[in-house]
């Protein structure tokens, strides 16, 4: 196996451990679009990590976070960044650690790009950081939504364009990154209030972050509608459908959805997206 081919199969095996939710769609795609969206998720992944970790002192994560950022907005210096996060790599993930190998498995003509996005993300969420989360109004919950998970959809709808030429609004883009996000604050709020963490805005009722979820979960559904590459549309589907029936499924008093509804949700939709596209 080459170098690239090592690479590949380190960050899907990575990628699995990291994120249910977007493995799935993201071992789908073709082969390029698969290293390019593979390398771009486990890019921003690795700076989620650091802004969520349970035991990390805040100033190391702002630390940590703002020099990252700095280091992307320019050649990436590797030595730099192992000497940044050494003092902290018992406590940090593999994602994290590696940070460098995924910009270098990224593709050169978008890589730029997804650093860029990854930057914006990484000292937005050191901001927060230091903000320690108090979310006290819907503007409060926007940012942060729009800084761990809307650049999520900005990065993508720039990959899109790159790959093929699709076109798609960004702004819709950034409220599918905040519907998924809406979707995991109500399926982690008990966790995040043992940790002293609450994502909902002051005199907010679980009903209203319903509401807020379900409007940008629409905002969503329009995203996808000019898109036309089935490839792309199958990605963009798959973690909407299962933000769709999580949060049916917390409507109705359950923590989550099991291993089956996954599976099923994912058949369904491959099913009645290639159907359609073959009429």
């Not at 390398?39 to 921003?44: D, E, G, I, K, R």
Request: with cysteine.
């Amino acid at each position: 196996m080459n170098k690239s081919g090592k690479l590949e199969k380190e960050a899907m095996h990575v990628l699995k451990q990291t994120s249910r939710t977007f493995y799935i769609p993201i071992k789908l795609l073709k082969s390029q679009l698969r290293e390019t969206v593979a390398s771009a998720y486990l890019c921003m992944r690795a700076v989620d990590e650091v802004e969520d970790h349970v035991t990390l002192d805040p100033a190391a994560k702002q630390h940590i976070l703002r020099e990252t950022a700095a280091l992307l907005q320019q050649d990436f210096d590797e030595t730099a960044y192992q000497e940044l996060v050494e003092p902290h790599r018992e406590l940090l993930p593999e994602v994290t650690l590696r940070l460098g190998d995924w910009i270098a498995f990224c593709p050169s003509g978008i890589v730029e790009k997804v650093k860029e996005s990854t930057a914006v993300m990484a000292k937005g969420m050191a901001d927060w950081v230091e903000r320690d989360w108090q979310v006290k109004t819907k503007e409060d919950l926007d940012d942060y939504t729009y800084y761990v998970a809307g650049l999520v959809g900005v990065m993508l709808s720039d990959i899109w364009y790159w790959y093929d030429g699709t076109k798609t609004d960004k702004q819709l883009a950034i409220g599918y990154g905040r519907g998924l996000q809406a979707v995991n604050v109500l399926r982690n709020k008990d966790e995040d209030a043992e940790r002293g963490v609450r994502f909902f805005p002051d005199n907010w009722t679980r009903n209203d972050m319903f509401a807020y979820a379900e409007g940008n979960l629409r905002q969503a559904e329009e995203y996808i509608q000019s898109i036309q590459t089935k490839n792309i549309l199958l990605f963009c589907k798959i973690p909407l459908g299962l933000a769709k029936r999580t949060l049916k499924a917390l409507k109705n008093g359950e923590e989550k959805i099991s291993r089956a509804e996954v599976n099923e949700t994912v058949d369904d939709i491959i099913k009645k997206t290639v159907s359609k596209l073959c009429v």
